[in-house]
C-alpha cells in the first residue's frame, strides 16, 4: 500500500521522509516537482501522479505537500484520505500543521507516522488512541520528563485499540462535565449578475467539545429531523438508531470531533442572507476600469450579519486599484492579484460601499471577463436551515452533565458572478 | 552519548539520529552504536532504537542479527503491547536469514491470545512474503487461520493479508463470507475499505448478474462492456456471451442470492462513513453489484463528497465522470451540484465540465448552455478550451441544439483570445463535418479568418475544412490557397501537410485555376527540411499530375482525395473506463496498475451456494427449499427459549464485542446492533416468503402452528412441546440430505446454550417426546393443533356462518331464548346469535307510550335481498293494552336506499316481545332509514342508523390472498392509526373480540407473522387480520392489527371506499381503546 511519505514545503524542499517499506529514493519526488512547476497554482498539481516504477499520490494542505509514494494498485481515496489523516493528527498534536512545527516535533511526528502504519496499512488513526501511545507535547510534561525522566510514550497497549468503541478510552475524569455542540451552517451559493440564485444549498456540520466522565452515552435529538437530507456520522454514532428514530445516539470521543456532516434538501428553499448589487467595468478605450460594490440585508432572520469580507480574483492585467469604502478596509495583493474587502458588521442603516477606479497594465486588452466575487459572511446564533436540537439526554453516568448548543451560519462558497 | 548509563541521554541521542534519519540523510554508520541498545529498559529509547533499525537493518544484515534475540524475547513477553511491537520490528527487518524465524514467529502470533498481536501477525504476513515469496503456502495456511478470526480487529487486516497474498484463491473467502459481511460495520474504516474491495471481486464470481434481464435490452452496450473486461480470452468472452444470451432469457425470473442482498444490505449504511474511502468503496461496489433499481443511493452520498478536499473531488469526480455514462439518470437530479465555481482548480473544472457533457440530453440543455456561455468567459484559458469541447460534444450528441451550439461557436471566432478561437475552429470543424451543405457561410467566414488565427492547429483545420469542402465555398478556396502558397515556409508542419491536401483537392476540382499553385506549393514541400512533407509532395505529385506513366491510381484520385469521410463521434474520454474497477488507481489512471485485480465477469451459472454454509443451524443455507423453511421455523422457536441459541451470526458480532469487553466497554451498542440485524433477517425472510408457492406455504402452516401453540401454552410445556418439535423436524430432515449435519448442530448450539437446563434433563424429556408415536398423520395433527390454537377463531369453511357464532357465553343464550319464536323469514337456527350484538334502542318505552322497541344489526344475510343488512327488531309491549298491527310506512330515504318492510305483527298482547327482521339496503353509506311505525293507534317517528362496521359481510380469505388484496388497496385507500391498547384487551382473544364486535368482520387465519418479529420475550407478537366486504357494493374492507410491546399496536383498514374505511378506523379504535 503506502510505500513511502514525503512532506514538501511550498518552495520544493523535501523537508521529512518516511519509508515504510524498502528505501525509495527521493529523486522520485523529481516527477512530482515536473508536475508542480507545470501548474501555476499548487492547488492545480494533479493529485495521482504515475511515473515509471511508481505512482505519487499527493494532498495539498496548510502549504505543504504531502506526497505518498505507492507502487502497486490501491485505491487512491484510500490514500487520499489517510494523508488527510495525517493532517489532521499533526494539527491536532500541536494546534496546526506548519513546517516549523513539525521541524521541531521531528521525532514525535516520526513516531506518529511510525504507528499510524504498518507495512503501508494504517494501524492506527484514533486520535484518542494515538494520544494514549505517544503523549502530545506540553510545556508541563516536557518540564516534568526532564526531572524526572519520565516518558512521551505509553508503555501500555491504548484500551480503545482493542475496544469496540477505539475512539474513547477509559478512565476519563473530568471536574466539570460539560458538552457543547455547535450546529454550524454553510451556504454554497452561485448568484448570477442580476442577483438571480443559480444555485443554492446549505451543508452543515455539528461540531462537538465533549468532556465527560466514565462512559457516558448520549442521544440527541433534533426538533425537525426531515430537513436532513444526506448525512455522514463520525463511526461513533449508532446508525440504525438514527434510521428508526431520526436521533444521534452515540458515546462520544473525549474532546473535539466533528459528530456529522449535513446536507439540507434542496427542495427546501435556501434564504440567502444579503444581496450584492455590483457593476465592474474596463473600458475600452484607456487601461483602466471602475468598481462599484454594494451589499445589503436580505433575508438574515433578525440577526446582524458580520464577518462580512469580499474577496476578487482580479484579472492579470489589473495593476492596482484606487478605492474608497464607506466601511471597513480593503486591499490589493499585486502579486496575486487579489482584491480583499473587509467589511465587518453589516449595517442595515447605512449599506457599505466600494467604489474607485482599477488601473490596468498599460497596453493589455481589456480583460474579457469580470472577475466573480466571493463573500464571507457570518450570522450568530442561528441556523440558516432552521434546524434545531431538541434535547440532549444522557444515559450510561448518574451525573448531570452541563450541555449547550451554538448555532452558527457561515457562507461556503457563496459566488457572485459578474 | 549513546554509551552513556544516562535514559536521557541516550534518548536525546536516539532523538537527534532519528531526525536526522527524518530529514533523509544517513545515519548508518551509526548502526553498532545503536542496535546495543536494543535491550533498553527505556521504552521511547527503545522505540527510538526500533525506528532506526526497520530503517537500516537492510544494509547492515550482518550486525541487525545482534538484535534478533532481543525480539525473540520480546514475543514472549506477558504485555500484548511488547509482544505486539517486537513482532512488527522482527517482521519489518528485511533480512532474508531470519525468514524461518519470522514465519515461526508470525505462526505463534496467529494464535495468540490478544486481538492486537493477532492483527499486527496479519500485517506481517504480506511483509514475509515480499521478502520472501517461497513461503506463500505457509502463510496462506496463517492467512486461513486468521480468516476465521471473529474479531473486528484482525479482519481488515488479513483481508489485506489476502489481497496481497493469494487474492486468486477466492475459495478462502467462502466460508467467511456471511461473517465478513455482518462484521463489517464494524471493522475499523480502512479495513472496511479493503474488505469491500475484496467482496466485490467475490461477489462477481459466486452471483448472477442481477441486471440479466434488463442487460438483454441493451446487449449491445453491455457486450462492449464485458467484451473489454479481459483483454487476453476476448474471443471466447465473446462466445461466452453468445452462450449466455439464451440463457438468460431462459432464466428470467432471477432470484438474487440472499448472500447478494446480505452485501448489498450490510455495506449501506456505511455510505453514510465519513471516511470518503469508504463511501467510494461502497459506491463501487452497487455500481458493480446492485440491481439497476438499487444503484441510484450511491448518487447523493458522492455528491456529498465533491464538498471535500479538492483532491477528493478530483478523485470522486472522475469515478462520477465513468458512472454518468452508463447510467446517466443516477446524477441528473444533482446537476446543479456540478456546477462550476470560479475558484474550483483547472482539473476539477474540467472533470465537472466533463460531468456536465454526459448529464446533458434534450430536456437540461438549455441550462447547461446558458452556464457554459458563463464558463466561456473565464479567465482559465484551459477550462474556456475544455468549455468549448463540452459544447461540441453536446452538439454532436444532442441534434436539436446543434444551431444553436454551432452559432455561439461562430461568435467565439472573433473572440480576441487565440485559444478560444482555434479550440472553437477545431470544434466547428467537428461540427460541420457531420452537414456541411448547410453551413457555408461559416466555412467563408472561417477562411476570412486564416488571416488572424496563428494557433496551427486551428489553421490547419480551417485549411481541411476549405478543402474538403471546396465545391461549396468555390471562389474563396483558391484565394486562400494562393495566401497560403505565400506563407507556406513559415508554417508549422501540420499546417504544410493540410496546405498541400488542399492544394490537391483544389487541383482536382478545379485544376484550371490552381494548376500553377499546386505546382508551386508541391515544389516548395519538396525541398522542405521535413521528411513527411516531402514525402507527402512526392506522393502527392504522382498520384494527382498525370505524366505519361502515371499509374492506374491516378484514375481514382480524385475519389481517394473526395470521398465522403465520415464525421468523428466526439466522445468523452471516460468511455471505456469502466472495465476497470471504480474507484481504482487504474481506474483513475486508465491503464493497469501493478497488482490490479481484474473484475471478473459475471458468471454464467451461480456456483454452488452452499459453499458459503457455515456450521452454524441458523444460517445454514440449504440447498432445499424445504429444508430451509423448516429451519426458519427453527429459528424464532430456539432464539426464544434460550437466549443464546447456537452461533449465529449476530451471535458471532456479540461474542466478538465481548471479547471486546475485557477492557470494559458498551456492551448496548453491539447487542443492539446484533438484535436489528436479526430482526432485519426476519423481514427478508418475510419477503421470501412472499414469493413461495401456496403449497408450501400451507405445509409451513402446518409447522407454524405448533410453535404458537407452544407460545400459549405455560413454558414447562413449552419444554417438551420443542422436542417433540425436533423429532418432527428430524423426521423430515431424514428426507433431505443433511440430516446429520443438522443433526449435530442442533445438538451443539444446546450445549452451548447457557440454559441452566442440564444436559441429563434434556436427554430424559427428548426420550419422553420419542414415546410419542412419531408417525402421527401430519393432517390429524394440523387440526387438532389448530383447534387448540385458534380456539374459536376458527374460520369457518363459508361465509354463511360468520365467526361469531361460537363465541357464545352460556348467558347469552339464556338471554336469547324468547327472541326467535315468531320469526317468519330465517330459520330460528341462524337468528339465534344476534342478541350478542349490541342493540340499539329505537323506540323508547315513554315515547311509545308503553311500547318498547329495540333493533340490533343481525349479521345475518338477508335472504330475500343479498345487499340488504338484515335488521332484527324485538318489540314489547310494556303498556296494559294490546297493540295491533304493528307495522311501518312512509318511509324516507335517501337516494339509492331500499328497506324490505317485516311483515305486519297483528297482535302484541300486553306484556310479551315479538321480533320482526327487515332489510334495508344502505347503500354503503352511514345514513338514516327514516319511517314511521304505525299502531292501531298511534305513528312513532322513528330512524334507523347504522354503525359503519355493520354495513359489511365477513369473507374469508387465506392470508396470502390477503396480503395481495391488500398490497392492491395501498396509497389513498389505505388509512393507518397507532394506538395504545387498553389494558384488559391486550391479549388476542380480547382484540380479535372488540374488532369483531365492532365490525362485521371475519378473521384472516395467519401465522407466519410471528418470524419476523424479533425473538425476544415475549415471544410472539401477532398479527390480526380481518376481512370483509361491504353490503351493497361488495367492496373488499381489510383491517390489520399489529400489536407491539406494551400494549403498543397498528391498526391499518384498507379499503376501496375512503369514507367506510375512515371511519371503520375510528370505531375499530375505539372498540380497542375504550
Redesign the interface.
Known amino acids: 500500500?503506502i510505500h513511502s511519505l514525503f512532506l514538501i514545503n511550498h518552495s520544493g524542499d523535501?523537508?521529512?521522509?518516511?519509508?515504510w517499506?524498502?528505501?525509495i529514493s527521493?529523486s522520485v519526488c523529481d516527477y512530482f516537482f515536473e508536475a508542480k512547476d507545470k501548474a501555476v497554482?499548487p492547488?492545480?498539481v494533479?493529485?495521482?501522479l504515475?511515473t515509471p516504477h511508481h505512482?505519487l499520490i499527493?494532498?495539498?494542505?496548510d502549504k505543504l505537500f504531502f506526497l505518498s509514494v505507492?507502487?502497486?494498485?490501491?485505491?487512491?481515496?484510500?490514500v487520499?484520505?489517510?494523508l488527510?489523516r495525517v493532517a489532521d493528527t499533526i494539527q491536532d498534536y500541536f494546534g496546526e500543521c506548519s513546517e516549523s512545527l513539525i521541524k521541531d516535533n521531528?521525532?514525535t511526528?516520526?513516531?506518529l507516522l511510525?504507528e499510524m502504519l504498518?507495512?503501508g496499512?494504517?494501524?492506527a488513526?484514533e486520535s484518542n488512541v494515538l494520544k494514549e501511545m505517544i503523549r502530545p507535547p506540553t510545556i508541563l510534561r516536557s518540564v516534568v520528563n526532564?526531572l524526572i525522566?519520565g516518558?512521551?510514550?505509553g508503555?501500555?497497549?491504548p484500551?480503545g485499540?482493542?475496544?469496540?468503541?477505539?475512539w474513547r478510552r477509559?478512565g476519563v475524569k473530568y471536574t466539570n462535565n460539560e458538552a457543547y455542540f455547535d450546529v454550524i451552517e454553510e451556504i454554497?451559493a452561485?448568484l448570477?449578475k442580476s442577483g438571480t440564485t443559480?444555485?443554492a444549498?446549505i451543508?452543515g456540520v455539528i461540531e462537538a467539545c465533549v468532556r465527560l466522565t466514565g462512559?457516558p452515552?448520549l442521544t440527541l435529538s433534533f426538533m425537525n429531523p426531515r430537513l436532513l437530507?444526506?448525512?455522514?456520522?463520525?463511526?461513533c454514532v449508532?446508525?440504525?438508531?438514527w434510521?428508526?428514530e431520526q436521533a444521534l445516539s452515540f458515546?462520544p470521543p473525549d474532546g473535539n470531533f466533528?459528530l456529522m456532516?449535513y446536507?439540507v434538501s434542496?427542495q427546501n428553499l435556501v434564504t440567502i442572507p444579503v444581496y450584492v448589487k455590483q457593476n465592474i467595468s474596463f473600458f475600452e478605450t484607456e487601461p483602466c476600469g471602475r468598481l462599484d460594490i454594494t451589499i445589503g440585508p436580505k433575508q438574515t432572520m433578525g440577526k446582524t450579519v458580520e464577518a462580512l469580507m469580499v474577496t476578487i480574483?482580479m484579472?492579470?492585467s489589473v495593476v492596482s486599484a484606487n478605492l474608497t469604502p464607506t466601511q471597513g478596509s480593503y486591499t490589493y495583493d499585486l502579486a496575486t492579484k487579489v482584491l480583499v474587502w473587509d467589511i465587518g458588521k453589516l449595517n442595515p442603516q447605512k449599506l457599505p460601499n466600494l467604489r474607485g477606479s482599477l488601473s490596468l497594465q498599460a497596453g493589455a486588452?481589456k480583460?474579457?471577463?469580470?472577475?466573480?466575487l466571493?463573500i464571507d459572511l457570518k450570522i450568530q446564533q442561528v441556523a440558516i436551515s432552521g434546524l434545531k436540537v431538541s434535547r440532549l439526554e444522557m444515559f450510561?453516568e448518574k451525573y448531570k452533565p452541563f450541555k449547550g448548543v451554538k448555532y452558527v451560519t457561515k457562507a461556503g462558497?457563496f459566488?457572485v458572478?459578474t | 552519548m549513546l554509551d552513556s548509563n544516562k535514559d536521557s541521554l541516550k534518548l536525546e541521542a536516539m532523538k537527534r539520529i532519528v531526525a536526522m534519519i527524518a530529514r533523509g540523510k544517513n545515519a548508518s554508520d551509526l548502526f553498532p552504536a545503536v542496535v546495543k541498545n536494543v535491550a533498553c529498559k527505556n521504552i521511547e529509547v527503545k522505540k527510538l532504537v526500533y525506528v532506526y533499525l526497520v530503517r537500516y537493518a537492510e544494509e547492515q544484515q550482518d550486525l541487525a542479527l545482534l538484535s534478533i534475540s532481543t525480539f525473540q524475547r520480546g514475543l514472549k513477553d506477558p504485555n500484548q503491547l511488547i509482544r505486539a511491537s517486537a513482532l512488527r520490528v522482527l517482521s519489518s527487518i528485511r533480512v532474508t536469514i531470519i525468514v524461518p524465524i519470522m514465519m515461526l514467529a508470525i505462526k505463534e502470533a496467529a494464535s495468540d491470545m490478544s486481538p492486537y498481536v493477532r492483527k499486527t501477525a496479519a500485517h506481517a504476513i504480506p511483509k514475509l512474503y515480499s521478502l520472501d515469496p517461497e513461503q506463500k503456502d505457509q502463510l496462506i495456511e496463517v492467512i486461513e487461520k486468521l480468516l476465521a478470526d471473529k474479531t473486528t480487529l484482525v479482519a481488515g487486516s488479513v483481508v489485506m493479508a489476502f489481497e496481497e497474498v493469494c487474492p486468486e484463491r477466492i475459495e478462502l473467502i467462502h466460508k467467511n463470507y456471511r461473517k465478513l459481511c455482518n462484521l463489517l460495520i464494524d471493522v475499523e474504516e480502512w479495513g472496511q475499505v479493503v474488505i469491500i474491495n475484496m467482496l466485490t471481486r467475490y461477489a462477481r464470481t459466486q452471483f448472477l448478474n442481477p441486471n440479466m434481464n434488463e442487460s438483454l435490452l441493451e446487449e449491445g452496450n453491455d457486450k462492449a462492456f464485458y467484451g473489454s473486461d479481459d483483454d487476453e480470452d476476448e474471443e471466447e468472452d465473446e462466445k461466452d456471451k453468445k452462450a449466455e444470451a439464451p440463457a438468460m432469457a431462459k432464466r428470467k425470473p432471477y432470484v438474487m442470492d440472499p448472500d447478494h442482498r446480505l452485501l448489498l444490505r450490510n455495506t449501506k449504511p456505511l455510505l453514510q462513513s465519513r471516511n470518503a474511502a469508504v463511501v467510494m468503496a461502497v459506491a463501487q461496489l452497487y455500481f458493480h453489484l446492485a440491481p439497476k433499481a438499487e444503484v441510484g443511493v450511491i448518487a447523493k452520498a458522492l455528491v456529498r463528497l465533491l464538498r471535500s478536499h479538492s483532491e477528493v473531488q478530483y478523485v470522486v469526480l472522475q469515478n462520477v465522470a465513468t458512472m454518468t455514462i452508463k447510467r446517466r439518470g443516477m446524477f441528473e437530479p444533482y446537476l446543479k451540484s456540478f456546477y462550476i465555481r470560479s475558484t474550483d482548480p483547472t482539473q476539477i473544472k474540467v472533470l465537472k465540465l466533463e460531468v456536465l457533457t454526459n448529464l446533458a440530453n434534450e430536456t437540461n440543455i438549455s441550462t447547461i448552455l446558458r452556464e457554459f456561455q458563463t464558463y466561456i468567459k473565464s479567465m482559465d484559458k484551459d477550462f474556456v478550451a475544455a468549455t468549448i469541447q463540452a459544447i461540441g460534444r453536446c452538439a454532436t450528441n444532442i441534434g436539436e441544439v446543434r444551431d444553436t451550439c454551432l452559432n455561439g461557436l461562430v461568435q467565439l471566432l472573433s473572440n480576441r483570445d487565440e485559444l478560444v478561437v482555434a479550440e472553437s475552429v477545431v470544434v466547428i470543424k467537428k461540427l460541420l463535418q457531420m452537414q456541411p451543405e448547410k453551413h457555408s457561410d461559416i466555412i467563408k467566414h472561417m477562411a476570412k479568418l486564416t488571416d488572424n488565427i496563428q494557433v496551427p492547429m486551428a489553421r490547419a483545420s480551417i485549411l481541411w475544412l476549405i478543402g474538403e469542402y471546396c465545391e461549396h465555398v468555390p471562389k474563396i478556396a483558391p484565394d486562400v490557397l494562393r495566401k497560403m502558397a505565400k506563407s507556406f515556409t513559415n508554417e508549422e508542419d501540420i499546417v504544410k501537410l493540410q496546405i498541400i491536401n488542399l492544394a490537391a483537392k483544389l487541383y482536382l476540382t478545379n485544376s484550371k485555376q490552381t494548376k500553377l499553385l499546386t505546382q508551386y506549393v508541391l515544389n516548395l514541400a519538396k525541398y522542405d527540411q521535413n521528411y513527411d512533407i516531402r514525402d507527402r509532395a512526392r506522393f502527392i505529385r504522382q498520384l494527382i499530375v498525370p505524366t505519361e506513366k502515371s499509374g492506374a491510381l491516378s484514375k481514382y484520385a480524385k475519389k481517394l482525395f473526395l470521398a465522403l469521410k465520415p464525421a468523428p463521434i466526439l466522445e468523452s474520454p471516460f468511455k471505456d473506463r469502466d472495465h476497470f474497477q471504480l474507484g481504482s488507481l487504474s481506474h483513475l489512471l486508465n491503464a493497469k496498475a501493478g497488482g490490479y485485480q481484474e473484475l471478473p465477469d459475471w458468471p454464467e451459472a451461480a456456483p454452488d451456494p452452499s459453499v458459503r454454509n457455515v456450521e452454524v443451524p441458523e444460517w445454514t443455507k440449504c440447498s432445499s427449499r424445504e429444508k430451509r423453511k423448516e429451519k426458519k421455523v427453527e429459528k424464532p422457536f430456539y432464539s426464544d427459549s434460550e437466549g443464546e441459541s447456537g452461533p449465529t451470526e449476530s451471535a458471532d458480532s456479540e461474542s466478538d464485542s465481548a471479547s471486546g469487553l475485557e477492557s470494559g466497554s458498551g456492551i448496548e451498542e453491539s447487542g443492539s446492533g446484533s438484535e436489528s440485524e436479526e430482526s432485519e433477517e426476519g423481514s427478508e425472510s418475510e419477503e421470501e416468503e412472499e414469493e413461495e408457492e401456496k403449497d408450501k406455504k400451507k405445509k409451513k402452516k402446518e409447522l407454524k402452528k405448533p410453535v404458537q401453540e407452544s407460545e400459549s401454552e405455560q413454558s414447562s410445556e413449552e419444554e417438551v412441546r420443542k422436542h417433540e418439535r425436533k423429532n418432527k423436524q428430524r423426521k423430515s430432515d431424514s428426507e433431505s440430505e443433511s440430516d446429520e449435519e443438522d443433526d449435530s448442530e442442533s445438538e451443539s448450539s444446546r450445549s452451548e446454550s447457557e440454559d441452566s437446563e442440564s444436559e441429563t434433563e434434556v436427554k430424559k424429556k427428548k426420550k419422553a417426546a420419542e414415546s410419542k408415536p412419531p408417525s402421527k398423520p401430519v393432517k390429524k395433527e394440523k387440526k387438532e393443533m389448530s383447534l387448540l390454537d385458534l380456539d374459536d377463531f376458527e374460520p369457518a369453511p363459508s361465509p354463511q356462518v360468520t365467526p361469531v357464532n361460537t363465541f357464545l357465553s352460556s348467558s347469552l343464550v339464556t338471554d336469547l331464548e324468547g327472541l326467535s319464536l315468531s320469526d317468519t323469514v330465517l330459520s330460528p337456527a341462524t337468528t339465534s346469535p344476534c342478541s350478542a350484538l349490541k342493540s340499539y334502542e329505537l323506540l323508547h318505552r315513554i315515547t311509545g307510550e308503553g311500547l318498547c322497541v329495540e333493533y340490533c344489526f343481525s349479521r345475518q344475510p338477508f335472504s330475500p335481498d343479498g345487499n340488504m343488512v338484515a335488521v332484527q327488531m324485538q318489540v314489547t309491549n310494556n303498556s296494559t293494552s294490546d297493540t295491533k298491527n304493528l307495522h311501518m310506512e312512509d318511509v324516507k330515504l335517501q337516494s339509492g336506499m331500499r328497506v324490505k318492510e317485516f311483515p305486519e305483527i297483528e297482535l302484541l298482547p300486553a306484556g310479551e316481545s315479538a321480533t320482526a327482521v327487515m332489510g334495508i339496503d344502505f347503500c354503503d353509506s352511514t345514513q338514516a332509514a327514516n319511517f314511521q311505525l304505525c299502531t292501531h293507534t298511534r305513528k312513532f317517528f322513528v330512524s334507523i342508523q347504522p354503525p359503519v362496521g355493520e354495513l359489511m359481510r365477513p369473507v374469508f380469505l387465506t392470508e396470502n390472498e390477503f396480503k395481495k388484496e391488500q398490497g392492491q388497496l395501498m396509497g389513498m385507500n389505505e388509512i393507518t392509526e397507532k394506538l395504545t391498547l387498553d389494558a384488559k384487551c391486550r391479549n388476542e382473544h380480547a382484540i380479535v373480540q372488540s374488532v369483531i364486535t365492532a365490525a362485521n368482520l371475519s378473521r384472516v387465519p395467519c401465522g407466519s407473522d410471528r418470524e419476523c418479529s424479533p425473538p425476544v420475550p415475549p415471544p410472539a407478537l401477532p398479527v390480526h387480520r380481518f376481512a370483509g366486504r361491504t353490503v351493497t357494493s361488495g367492496s373488499l374492507v381489510l383491517a390489520t392489527v399489529a400489536s407491539k410491546e406494551e400494549g403498543a399496536a397498528q391498526l391499518t383498514v384498507n379499503c376501496e371506499k375512503m369514507v367506510i374505511g375512515t371511519m371503520l378506523v375510528k370505531d375499530i379504535l375505539l372498540a380497542l381503546t375504550q
Open positions: 500500500m523535501i523537508f521529512l521522509e518516511k519509508h517499506k524498502s528505501v527521493r497554482d492547488e492545480n494533479p493529485p495521482v504515475q505512482y499527493s494532498i495539498y494542505r505507492i507502487q502497486t494498485e490501491v485505491p487512491p481515496l484510500f487520499i484520505e489517510f488527510h521531528v521525532v511526528v516520526y513516531e511510525e504498518d507495512n496499512f494504517p494501524l488513526t526532564t525522566g516518558s512521551n510514550v508503555d501500555t497497549l484500551t485499540q482493542l475496544s469496540s468503541v477505539p477509559v454554497d452561485i448570477d443559480v444555485f444549498e451543508q462512559m452515552d437530507d444526506d448525512v455522514s456520522f463520525h463511526p449508532r446508525f440504525k438508531r434510521e428508526s458515546i466533528t456532516n446536507h434542496s480574483h484579472p492579470k486588452p480583460p474579457e471577463d469580470n472577475p466573480s466571493n450510561g462558497k459566488q458572478r
